[in-house]
């Protein structure tokens, strides 16, 4: 891929483990002490509330879904896209108060329900209704 490429120009073969698909997401965040997701562009990503609900503070971009997901000072920390800085200051700043990462993992462990199948189309469907309404239907 473009990715494995780039890493293997730059000589950083070392420094990173390319996966691929996993089937052992949760397996693998029980070894997290935080989840970091710098995506420049996204929905609500799966992966989000999956972290959310192992109980681990986020440090995200601070893009549609992932606003929509993470509370900025609350569930975690939500950064600018396109600021590598910003999100190693975060990520350094919960590494140094794991009171601070005991909380954000709670709320976000709380919150995670919100996102759940039932709980979307019961959302959509208030908007639809809300929208008849509207229109006098």
């Known amino acids: 891929s473009q990715v494995e490429a780039q890493v293997a120009a730059l000589d950083l073969g070392e420094r990173f483990i390319l996966t691929g698909l996993r089937r052992d997401v949760p397996e693998l965040m029980a070894a ?12 609500l990503p799966r992966v989000l509330p999956q972290a959310m609900a192992t109980g681990l503070p986020i440090v ?51 919150r995670v329900g919100e996102f759940g199948a039932q709980q979307m189309v019961d959302q959509i469907t208030d908007l639809y209704q809300q929208l008849l309404r509207q229109k006098g239907l």
């Open 60 to 110: 995200a971009t601070a893009i549609d879904g992932n606003a929509e997901a993470v509370t900025d000072g609350v569930s975690g920390r939500l950064v600018p896209p396109d600021r590598p800085d910003r999100v190693a200051q975060a990520v350094i700043d919960l590494l140094s108060d794991r009171e601070l990462m005991a909380r954000m993992g709670v709320e976000g462990k709380n």
């Open 32 to 43: 997290f002490d935080i989840f970091v997701l710098t995506s420049l562009w996204e929905g």
